[in-house]
Each structure stands twice: as structure tokens, then as C-alpha cells.
């Protein structure tokens, strides 16, 4: 089922493909009125036609709008072409598992939170989703009320948190637009770039590991040659500071990088 504000997303992205426009200045004001008063959707990626069929008769009675994909491969092609306020992912799909599946979103910058489900013994499972970009884990069989408990903490954090301004010192981050900014100037970043500033700055004052951004940042272990991250950290400090800014990206030698604001 498409809703109102899924379409006027939809035109949007079409008239932008058309005039070649980028959407510097936010979310359209169409789009943003729509969201006001939308119902908000939820995507669940579920193989097992009992499990989806109740809960989208659970979560459509709390009056949300919600879609199933049965296949990894249907999921991500549904969550790439339309916009989700939130998807439920079970981790153990035919074909293209639910790991697979969220790394791909979350390398092609889906940024809606994540809910996988998994079964009570695959604790690995809930390790991998966590690392691979899922915001919580509900172990099955669960509690509709305790899924429910889990959506709407999701959709509240969603909208303060997830596309929010990241903002340290004078450099400014949009996820939304990729915009960045130090001050009065304009940063042009490469994708890749984006995210590992992204990444460090959403774990900002915590020190990251080669190997953590390799996983993040190019979605595989990179075991001894994470030099890379230092060939793109060194780009990305070059731009950072090249209007002779105060340091913001820190090495902390022998273990890796960290934002903050003092020079410690
Ligand atoms: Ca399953």
C-alpha cells in the first residue's frame, strides 16, 4: 500500500532526477507537512507467513502502515525504492540473509532504525546484526506488547537522533543532505569520507579501531591492512583543517582515531 507521503516523496525524487536538483535545502516543505500528520510505515522482512501475517495485524491496529517483504532479496529492493520510518528484520531469510540485507542498507545510507529478530540460540547473530547497523534485537519468541515497546522507543529515538545535525565544535554534519560544513566552509567530501566522519562522529570521544571503521565503513574485515582507513582519515583531516581549523580528528597511536574536542 503507497500512502500520501511515500507519493509526494516519490514526485520529489523524480522532479529531482529531472532538473538535476540536490536537496541542499532539506526535506521539501510538501514532504515535511505530509509527515506531520502521516501514519508512519513500517517494512517487516519476515519469511514465515504466520509470524508476518501477526504482525501486520498487531502493528496495522496500532494504526501504523505496514508492508512485508518474505525474501532478503524483495526487502531490499522494497527499503531502497521507498522510504521506512522502520524496519523489523528477521535475521533467518531464504536466499539473502538479514545480515546481508542490513549491511546493504546501511551502505547505500538507509538510515531508518532497524529491529532484527533472531532465534533464542544465535547469539552471534544478535552480535553481527548489532555491528552491521541494527538499533535493537528482539529474541523470538517474543511479546507483541514488548515488540511494540521496541517500535515505538525505535520511532522516538528515529526522530531526534537518526537524521539529525551532527554538530561538533564549528563542523557541521547533515546525514540527511551529506552536507558539511566548518564554520562559513563548505566541505566537498567523497562518499566513503562522509562515512568514516559519520561514523567517528556519531561515536564521538570514543577512540575507533582501524578494524571497527573498515567493518562499517566498507562492510568487511580488512585483518592486516588497514592502512586504507589511514590513506582515507589523512584525506579527510586534510579537508577538515584546510582552512587552518583547530584539530577535531585525533590519532591515538597504535589503536586508531577519535573526534573530540580537546587535543588530549
Ligand atoms: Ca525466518
Redesign the pocket.
Known amino acids: 500500500m503507497l500512502n500520501l507521503c511515500s507519493l509526494v516523496y516519490e514526485t520529489m525524487v523524480v522532479q529531482e532526477s529531472i532538473s538535476g536538483a540536490t536537496r541542499e535545502g532539506g526535506l521539501a516543505p510538501a514532504l515535511e507537512l505530509c509527515l506531520e500528520g502521516k501514519p508512519m510505515r513500517i517494512l517487516v522482512v ?3 507467513k504466520k ?1 508476518a501475517a501477526f504482525l501486520r495485524k498487531g502493528l496495522e491496529q496500532e494504526a501504523y502502515s505496514v508492508e512485508v517483504a518474505n525474501n532478503g532479496k524483495r526487502a531490499l529492493q522494497q527499503a531502497l525504492s521507498e522510504p521506512y520510518d522502520l524496519i523489523i528484520l ?4 531464504p536466499g539473502l540473509d538479514g545480515i546481508s540485507v542490513l549491511r546493504e542498507l546501511r551502505r547505500q545510507h538507509v538510515l531508518a532504525p532497524v529491529l532484527i529478530l533472531t532465534a533464542r540460540k544465535e547469539v552471534d547473530d544478535r552480535v553481527s546484526g548489532l555491528d552491521a547497523g541494527a538499533d535493537d534485537y528482539l529474541v523470538k519468541p517474543f511479546a507483541f506488547a514488548e515488540l511494540l515497546a521496541r517500535v515505538r522507543a525505535l520511532l522516538r529515538r528515529q526522530g531526534s537522533d537518526r537524521s539529525a545535525t551532527l554538530q561538533m565544535a564549528d563542523l557541521t554534519v547533515d546525514p540527511v543532505t551529506h552536507q558539511v560544513t566548518r564554520g562559513e566552509r563548505h566541505l566537498e567530501l567523497t562518499p566513503r569520507e562522509f562515512a568514516v566522519l559519520d561514523y567517528l562522529l556519531r561515536n564521538a570521544g570514543r577512540v575507533m579501531t582501524r578494524t571497527l571503521i573498515a567493518e562499517h565503513v566498507w562492510d568487511y574485515h580488512f585483518d592486516s591492512d588497514t592502512n586504507l582507513i589511514d590513506v582515507y582519515v589523512k584525506r579527510l583531516r586534510e579537508k577538515l583543517e584546510a582552512g587552518d581549523e583547530k584539530r577535531l580528528l585525533h590519532t591515538v597511536r597504535g589503536i586508531g582515531y577519535v573526534m573530540r574536542e580537546d587535543a588530549r
Open positions: 519476515e519469511d514465515e509470524v528477521d535475521l533467518l531469510l
